[in-house]
């Protein structure tokens, strides 16, 4: 079982543009949450995805939207990024007794 | 305030020492977690508690859901363990909450 894959491993992109990332979970998971670690920080909410619907919502704004297939594998999409949005992006998915995550994107906005 | 608190923030060791890492937080919660960061990103799962004590090798997590306080220790630290640990805690829905995690330096 390869756990939890997430591609690409690092992306540059320019203001402006629009990103989208993606999430394998671990197998046997159906819920796929994504988090934002900018350097130096701990990781924050962004949302959490459960049966192809949004669950939870951080603090985060509707340029961040997502999706979940019905696979389970998800994707985080950033519109109109800004230099703010750099960071690791990181998916984690879950049962009820374990948590699992990705290696992470690393997002650079130019 | 963060709703979690790690201390300390940053900790320095020499290989054989035993370490410990404190985790705060206050709001309720199902679960705890301790995280394991290197540098590059990947983050590993090393303990999920909801009360008691786990023990891995040479870690071990306790946690006071009483006190809402929860500690990892490492015992015989090697310069391998060296890494970012993040207590993360599991309140409403799956959500996890972060705190901004304790970087550890073992020296030989």
């Known amino acids: 079982d390869a756990g939890v894959t997430q591609s690409p491993t690092h992306l540059i992109k320019t203001r402006g543009q629009q990103v989208t990332l993606r999430c394998s979970p671990k197998?046997?998971?159906?819920?796929v949450s994504w988090y934002q670690q900018a350097l130096g920080q701990g990781p924050q909410f962004i949302f959490q995805?459960?049966?192809?619907?949004?669950?939870q919502r951080g603090n985060f704004p509707d340029r961040f939207s997502g999706h979940q297939f019905p696979n389970y594998s998800s994707e985080l999409n950033v519109n109109a990024l800004l230099l703010g949005d750099s960071a690791l992006y990181l998916c984690?998915?879950?049962?009820?007794?374990?948590?699992?995550f990705g290696q992470g994107t690393r997002l650079t906005v130019v | 305030k963060n709703e979690v608190e790690q201390s300390p923030q940053n900790l320095t060791a020499q290989e054989g020492e035993f370490i410990t890492i404190n985790c705060s937080y206050s709001?309720?919660?199902?679960?705890l977690h301790w995280l394991q960061q290197h540098p590059g990103g990947g983050i590993v799962s090393l303990f999920m508690?909801?009360?008691g004590k786990k023990k891995h090798g040479r870690l071990i997590a306790t946690i006071n859901i009483q006190e809402k306080h929860s500690s990892l220790h490492i015992t015989a630290s090697h310069p391998r363990d060296s890494a970012v640990y993040i207590c993360?805690?599991?309140?409403?829905?799956?959500?996890?909450?972060f705190g901004t995690g304790t970087r550890l330096a073992v020296r030989p």
């Open positions: 984690a998915s879950s049962s009820h007794t374990e948590a699992f």
């Open positions: 709001v309720g919660i199902s679960a």
């Open positions: 508690l909801s009360s």
């Open positions: 995805y459960y049966e192809e619907e949004e669950r």
């Open positions: 993360a805690v599991k309140s409403s829905g799956d959500k996890l909450t």
């Open positions: 197998s046997g998971h159906d819920t």
